[in-house]
């Protein structure tokens, strides 16, 4: 942008031009440098926010027509009054797009694939690559791919003006290759500290929290919310300029140092892998098990940020993008929130499915008392299996005051339902065995609803703790 009163005199005017395609810093800039080059015009000003380009003439004004010719490469549509609010089959294209890639997400998450890989601290290298594959589909697409998404647009500003698919995909290497290298490191520091060493749930949970209340802002601004976008998330022009000179790399470390920070936002399956790390007692096994699970996890999230890079580079096809984007990083972002509510014990959109089976007890754990569990060498007895995908039964009825023996069979779980935890029955977690059945017992010492949940709180349960006394 160039400073317009200093190009207002007598013989100079101002004129308006409504712009459709233009949706970042880099389309202001490369529409200003282009429009600067046209005889007659002293100054422009682009607002991506505002659909609109304010230019300072003298003598002739150029037309619309001429203007739709010189971006017609571009894809920019100029006109001299407001466009109209299209509403047509698009907005169903772009949410029927969202919703079936939502779709797939559970399908994947819940599909048998999940359980297939078990891990411990001495399996091959290969299974650990395998296991960050399976975790680029299902958790790690939720929490990292989502992140990446909402910072697609961004990061596509700084190389608008490339016409290599492979530089405007450099921020996307950039980030795996910060992640791999960090997943690697860090996972030999915590092999070599072993269990001197541990990443506390609460200080997750709050990292996931910030993350995903981010992604909430981008994915509005995304849907075009104009509240949101008065408030954007973006670098001043003179910082764009200075990042997109290809004389100047330093901007461009800004994605690595992204992916070197999701070591520290892991989901299920990275916990599992941190975990094996962890009890490894070595720096180069620890090394060796996060290099390998993060180089997994690549081809899945390097997808979404290549699908990304082709429509973004699309003018026509980009508005479609960042609103089926939005939409799909607002539902991961609520994903993220509803898991840790979940970890933290706290109450959830999981708290509505889990209400329906509060009405009763599987045959199997309840006896003829009030849907109670039977008692045993006087502890009360529950039963439960675990897989990939779900806990069942996931609601349970016991009595306060009263020991509980839980018996939890694994018939397949992944690296999010492999441990279970309740922050407000027990301090720690039980870990779970494939083809084992891990016993915990605890006594519960007050009524009431308490809720247990996978590491990661992407599945959960409730144990209704009663008194029957009072009733």
Request: proline share 4%; aromatic share 12%.
């Amino acid at each position: 942008m160039t400073n317009s009163k200093k190009y207002m005199t007598k013989n100079t005017k101002e004129h308006i031009y409504y712009v459709k395609g233009m949706h970042c810093a880099s389309c202001e800039i490369l529409i200003e440098k282009k429009l600067l080059e046209i005889e007659g015009v002293k100054s422009v000003d682009a607002s991506a926010n505002q659909g609109e380009i304010k230019i300072i003439y003298e003598n002739k004004l150029p037309k619309v027509k001429e203007l739709n010719h010189l971006f017609k490469k571009e894809g920019y549509v100029f006109s001299n009054e407001p466009f109209k609010e299209e509403k047509n089959s698009s907005f169903l294209i772009t949410l029927g797009s969202a919703f079936l890639i939502i779709v797939f997400f559970f399908l994947f998450k819940n599909s048998f694939v999940a359980g297939l890989v078990n891990v411990s601290a001495n399996s091959s290298l290969p299974t650990f690559f395998i296991l960050g594959l399976i975790a680029g589909l299902s958790s790690c697409a939720a929490l990292v791919g989502g992140l990446v998404l909402s910072l697609a647009k961004q990061w596509q500003e700084v190389f608008a003006k490339s016409n290599s698919t492979f530089e405007k995909l450099q921020p996307h290497l950039m980030f795996n290759f910060g992640r791999i290298l960090s997943y690697g490191f860090f996972g030999g520091l915590i092999g070599a500290l072993g269990s001197k060493l541990q990443i506390s749930p609460v200080f997750t949970s709050l990292l996931v929290f910030l993350v995903s209340f981010l992604m909430i802002g981008l994915g509005l601004q995304m849907l075009g919310v104009k509240t949101f976008r008065k408030f954007q998330i973006t670098m001043p022009k003179f910082v764009t300029r200075f990042i997109a000179n290809e004389t100047k790399f330093q901007g461009k470390y800004i994605p690595a140092l992204l992916g070197a920070f999701t070591f520290f936002l892991p989901c299920g399956f990275t916990l599992t892998a941190q975990s094996l790390a962890l009890i490894s007692g070595s720096f180069l096994q620890g090394f060796l098990i996060m290099f390998f699970f993060a180089l997994g996890t690549t081809p899945g999230l390097l997808a979404i940020g290549f699908s990304s890079v082709k429509f973004l580079e699309k003018p026509r096809l980009s508005d479609n993008f960042l609103k089926a984007a939005g939409i799909l990083v607002l539902f991961f972002a609520l994903y993220n929130i509803n898991a840790q509510l979940n970890l933290l014990s706290l109450p959830s959109l999981s708290d509505v499915r889990l209400s329906f089976n509060h009405q009763a007890l599987p045959k199997e754990n309840s006896s003829n008392e009030e849907g109670l569990p039977p008692i045993v060498n006087g502890k009360q007895v529950i039963k439960m299996n675990a897989s990939s995908y779900e806990y069942e039964p996931n609601y349970f009825k016991v009595k306060v005051g009263i020991p509980v023996r839980w018996e939890i069979k694994d018939i397949g779980t992944s690296g999010c339902t492999n441990a279970i935890v309740s922050k407000t029955l027990f301090p720690d977690e039980i870990s779970l065995t494939p083809g084992q059945i891990s016993v915990k017992e605890f006594t519960p010492t007050k009524p009431g609803k308490y809720k247990f949940s996978c590491w990661m709180g992407m599945v959960s349960g409730t144990i209704e703790v009663v008194d029957t006394k009072t009733q």
